[in-house]
């Protein structure tokens, strides 16, 4: 009676552990690859009417989601940021953590795992003009330039914006300010591409980065298309690209976690596996009985039962 008893409770076990996959492997198709994009203001500033995410905490955070490969532009016009001070001036968007760092977060990035964004202050004194230029390859304006303020010394990091029928060079510049403000110019230089290359995500690699939306990874297009845009290139080193991955850190370290693996539904593939492996355990031991239960009853010369039919 009593291995009758745990026969059935173990057969109870793996089938609720069966249902349990079951459902776990749903979860896990539905959500996979959705990562967290998190940016917070900080103490002199807030978000206002985002043009991507949602704003929490009185305009302090605000929260993207988005899957793997889409492009996604974070800076002042994206997140709706407003300064509360007009004694501070904002640099940029870095990193959380990365306090001591000179170098700004890259503006424009393809999602690869969660990250955490914090806007970057200074004081404001000595201030220097910097121009945005958005050429096409005989350096005409395609669209109005921009104009931005920091200090000598900074390294601001400013993102393209997106321009139908036309892909970057770049997806990000950078490059040190400087008293002379002549040498403070960051000119992005667009190709004309094909209307089947901007369909496939060639146009620009994730084109909603104008309005701050996220867009699917770019594609190579027509086989005459340009070349892919860098990820980010320094100015101040003849336009050599920076290392660095899309979403991951300056030159080429890892944002979140620190070891530079994705967490987005790992702690549901990790269920996946651990159920797998306990419902073969737990059919292992039920075989196991059985074959002892069947094993003694040869002995004793006794015909074999199924233990789970009424005798």
Do not use: C, W
């Amino acid at each position: 009676m009593k291995k009758r008893f745990l026969i059935t409770a173990l057969m109870l076990a793996v089938m609720m552990i069966m249902a349990g996959t079951v459902t776990v492997s749903a979860d896990v198709s539905e959500d996979a690859y959705k990562y967290t994009i998190t940016v917070y203001a900080g103490q002199q500033g807030h978000f206002e009417a985002p043009s991507i995410g949602k704003v929490s905490d009185g305009g302090k955070t605000l929260t993207i989601t988005a899957s793997q490969g889409d492009r996604i532009t974070i800076n002042e016009s994206t997140t709706g940021f407003k300064l509360d001070n007009g004694d501070y001036y904002i640099r940029g968007f870095r990193y959380t953590g990365h306090d001591n760092d000179e170098q700004m977060a890259v503006a424009s990035f393809e999602v690869d795992q969660d990250v955490a964004y914090e806007a970057a202050y200074g004081l404001k004194g000595g201030m220097v003009k910097y121009t945005v230029h958005y050429l096409d390859e005989n350096n005409n304006d395609l669209i109005k330039s921009e104009e931005f303020y920091g200090m000598v010394g900074d390294n601001p990091v400013v993102s393209f914006r997106y321009v139908e029928g036309y892909q970057p060079n770049a997806y990000n510049l950078t490059k040190k300010l400087t008293a002379n403000e002549a040498e403070n110019v960051f000119p992005f230089t667009y190709s004309k591409v094909s209307a089947a290359a901007a369909d496939q995500g060639g146009a620009a690699a994730g084109g909603g980065a104008a309005a701050g939306g996220a867009a699917g990874p770019g594609a190579a297009g027509a086989a005459n298309a340009p070349a892919a845009p860098q990820n980010l290139v320094n100015l101040d080193d003849n336009q050599a690209p920076l290392a660095g991955t899309s979403g991951g850190g300056t030159n080429g370290t890892s944002v979140l976690p620190d070891d530079g693996v994705p967490m987005a539904g790992v702690g549901r593939i990790a269920a996946i596996g651990g159920g797998i492996a306990l419902l073969l355990a737990i059919a292992a031991i039920a075989f196991a009985l059985i074959r002892r239960r069947r094993n003694e009853d040869v002995e004793e010369g006794t015909a074999y039962r199924d233990p789970l039919k009424q005798e």
